[in-house]
């Protein structure tokens, strides 16, 4: 059982940077691929970024060359480092995690352990 904490919401000024963490309990994530996913009021969940058990990562295009993710060397911390922040990246952030050897998962239902969220709020 892989149990996931996020942190690091909150308000920000548009232009400004937030780092997201999602602490696992339980066990290391060394073996897991895990994604960060937003839900904004009225839309759907969409996958922000990825990364495989391996480190091959993958983003969406929407925050392609702003948002950085990564894991810390023990792999028991996910990361999600948002640069550049504007009103659009308003949102509920979750992270997911889903034991797998292989690639990057984009899909939601592919995964079977989130975190409950942390809420991003960029104001002008």
Do not use: H
Not at 6 to 28: D, I, K, M, Y
């Amino acid at each position: 059982q892989v149990q996931l904490v996020e942190s690091g919401g909150g308000l920000v000024q548009a232009g400004g940077s937030l780092r997201l963490s999602c602490a696992a309990s339980g066990r290391t994530l060394g073996s897991y691929a895990m994604g960060w996913f937003r839900q904004a009021p009225g839309k759907e969940r969409e996958l922000v970024a990825a990364i495989s058990a391996g480190g091959v990562t993958y983003y969406a295009d929407s925050v392609k060359g702003r948002f950085t993710i990564d894991r810390d060397n023990a792999k028991t911390t996910l990361y999600l480092q948002m640069n550049s922040l504007n009103l659009e990246d308003t949102a509920n952030y979750s992270c997911a995690a889903r034991s797998s050897p292989f690639g990057v998962i984009k899909t939601s239902s592919d995964y079977g352990y989130w975190g409950q969220g942390t809420q991003v709020t960029v104001s002008s």
